[in-house]
């Protein structure tokens, strides 16, 4: 190396040719060592597993065929908002590219006017006196101060950008994930049913993420690489034209590249998260069942089940290494080939008399930078497609629209009489036949009503119709005279109170799982509301007391001991009609008893619907529903068969023909 550059040096520069050889092998070093974290980076970042997602049939098929065009575009919609914070970032980002592009100017400086004789540019004598410029010392302490100074505006630039992607990022984040929670609640119930808890979890905890990682982590970069592209070729054009050229030259070999590989790892990414959330929904299903697992003995056969999915999922990121690792080395190689082919190019022009060996480190370092911007943009443009993936789910979530809305125009409502009547209901599920088939009757305000019948007759059905859990197929619900569809949905569901056959409670205090059904109740309130439930001989004998945490789903109580403070939170609501999903099947003989005599508190004065299965927790109704092949007969005593205030029209009988 040093006989090639001796070869094109003037005899009176051979004192400094040692020194000029170091610097360009350290140079050559640090280019080495900078490309090597880049391609170490691509890797790991697209090996990690940082999404999830569920089977392709979770997503609405217009999904799968959009375009990254219009996601792109979609992502706009929703970071519009934050659109002043961006352009901060994006500003702050792209100074960095003159102060890149600074960066080699002290050390050709150095090497040409301060070690060799070489005038400054006329630029640069500006700014500098002559008596500096005419001493090497004072000369070197300027050059030496130069590379401080840009070394710490890199640092500073660095460091507000960091703050700033922060906190524009977590934003964006914050408003995506609420803007998902809120859809995830609105729309029908029935959906998280079909796509379970885990992929809604999943959705909102990481694909929402997406939408900061396509603006910042992705598009940002790629804006900043194709900048700094620009400026290194203008740069290197305008001192060595041929030299650039051949730089220049890998930019159609490195899209090409790119192109090809970016929609090979978008499908593999889709697959990826697929199997991912059958992995995590399989050990959340036997961990959730592990009760029911060790009981029948098969904790092998789930520890097989697991591992198959386990499985799959290696062979999944085995076929992404595999791309992306052939992609790394084509664009790796297309990068040295260009690079030496340009070292070659510049060699003969030092020796030719063209460049200086200042010029040619230059170059170089502006060779090496090049190799940057084009590495980081094909590894941004690879990491957008599983950015793309995340939002594509995130926003199949959005698209998803409430089955059941207000409708325009829908009437507030209070406090709610009691009177209920069905008129002429029909229900039927998505492809299986009708539940309910033109269910007619009314039930005055206070009366208790027991529903009976053989699973699967549609009893919950019922009950859902009355609280819009579901809108009957033909026919209407009525509430106080009026069809449930008029009321706010908001309104008309706090005029129940419900109390399932399996208590939901919250990973919260005792206190807090009764505060639920009143979230404005005093500590007063609660305890009076324990009491009338008859929880609070058991509450208080606790050590914390109210404040003790019930674990998950109420997993550190009883089953009788989570039903009363369902009970509890029930009386706490005191809401004119209340529904019991038969609360007492799985409770013992003597549990049952004392809470049938809570419940009979509970509804005195309300309008009851009490779903069960033995009669003994029916004996205080006033009458029976029962429900056969979707038709109910109604069992009264002569005095309920009254008339009920009815705002559209006559009241339907109240016995009925089967």
């Given amino acids: 190396m040093s006989a090639i550059f001796g070869a094109a040096m003037d005899p009176g520069e051979n004192r400094f040719k040692t020194f000029t050889s170091f610097l360009l092998r350290v140079f050559l070093l640090r ?47 929703v970071i519009a908002p934050f659109r002043w914070q961006l352009a901060c970032l994006c500003f702050v980002l792209l100074l960095s590219i003159p102060l890149n592009l600074l960066t080699p100017l002290p050390l050709t400086l150095a090497i040409d006017s301060v070690v060799g004789t070489r005038p400054l ?7 500098i006196p002559s008596d500096v410029r005419s001493s090497t010392a004072a000369l070197m302490i300027v050059v030496s101060a130069a590379y401080i100074g840009i070394a710490l505006c890199i640092h500073l630039q660095a460091m507000v950008l960091w703050i700033l992607s922060s906190y524009t990022g977590e934003r964006l984040i914050y408003a995506f994930r609420s803007r998902l929670f809120e859809h995830l609640q609105r729309i029908c119930w029935s959906y998280h049913e079909a ?28 804006l900043r690489a194709c900048c700094l592209l620009a400026g290194l070729a203008t740069l290197m054009l305008v001192i060595d034209r041929e030299f650039a050229l051949v730089g220049l030259a890998m930019l159609p070999i490195l899209y090409w590249l790119t192109h090809r590989c970016g929609r090979r790892l978008r499908r593999q990414w889709s697959d990826i998260k697929s199997i991912e959330t059958a992995t995590v929904t399989c050990a959340q299903e036997v961990f959730g069942a592990s009760r029911l697992v ?17 499985m799959n999922w290696v062979r999944q990121h085995n076929a992404l290494a595999s791309i992306s690792g052939g992609f790394d080395f ?29 010029d040619l480190l230059l170059l170089m370092a502006y ?12 590894k941004k443009l690879a990491e957008l497609q599983s950015h793309l993936v995340g939002f594509r789910r995130a926003l199949a979530i959005l698209e998803t629209p409430p089955v059941i809305t207000d409708k325009p125009g829908s009437l507030p409502l209070v406090k709610a009489q009691g009177h209920v009547a069905f008129r002429g209901v029909s229900f039927a599920y998505p492809s299986a036949p009708a539940v309910l088939r033109d269910v007619s009757f009314h039930i005055p305000a206070g009366t208790r009503v027991g529903i009976v019948g053989p699973s699967g007759a549609g009893k919950s059905t019922l009950v859902n119709l009355l609280t819009r859990f579901l809108d009957p197929s033909a026919g209407a619900v009525l509430l106080d005279g009026r069809d449930v569809r008029d009321y706010r949905l908001t309104d008309l569901r706090n005029q129940f109170a419900i109390v399932p056959q399996d208590p939901q409670l919250f990973s919260t205090t005792i206190a807090e799982n009764i505060r639920y059904g009143n979230l404005q109740a005093t500590a007063e309130q609660i305890e009076a509301a324990a009491e009338a439930a008859h929880a609070d001989r058991f509450i208080k004998s606790m050590p914390q007391g109210y404040n003790t945490p019930v674990g998950e789903r109420g997993s550190r109580l009883s089953g009788g001991e989570r039903q009363r ?31 049938i005599e809570v419940m009979e508190r509970l509804t005195a004065g309300r309008t009851t619907f009490m779903i069960a299965h033995r009669t003994n927790t029916l004996r205080h109704c006033d009458l029976q529903l029962l429900l056969r092949e979707g038709r109910v007969c109604l069992q009264a005593p002569p005095l309920l068969r009254e008339p009920v205030p009815n705002e559209l029209g006559p009241t339907p009988e109240p016995v009925l023909s089967i």
Wanted: zero cysteines; proline letters at 7%; glycine letters at 4%.
């Fill in 121 to 127: 540019p006329p630029l640069i004598q500006a700014w």
């Fill in 294 to 310: 060790k009981a029948f003995g098969r904790e092998e056969h789930e520890q097989q089940r697991f591992l198959r999915h386990a």
């Fill in 195 to 222: 796509h379970g808890p885990t992929d809604s979890v999943y959705r909102i905890q990481h694909d929402a993420a997406s939408v900061k990682q396509i603006p910042i982590d992705a598009l940002l970069p790629f």
């Fill in 565 to 595: 403070i369902a009970l509890a939170r029930a009386f706490l609501r005191n809401a004119p009609i209340v529904i019991l999903d038969e609360p007492t099947s799985a409770l013992d003989a003597r549990t049952e008893m004392d809470l």
């Fill in 31 to 77: 280019l080495r060592l900078l490309v090597t974290p880049i391609r170490m980076h691509r890797q790991s970042s697209w090996t990690e597993p940082n999404q999830f997602m569920s089977s392709p049939n979770q997503i609405h098929p217009v999904e799968n065929r959009r375009s990254t065009f219009s996601l792109l575009r979609r992502t706009w919609s």
């Fill in 330 to 358: 084509k664009f790796g190689m297309t990068v040295t080939i260009g690079t030496a082919i340009a070292l070659f190019v510049g060699i003969n022009h030092v020796k030719s008399g063209r460049l200086s060996i200042g």
């Fill in 367 to 378: 060779m090496a930078q090049l190799a940057g911007p084009l590495e980081t943009a094909a």
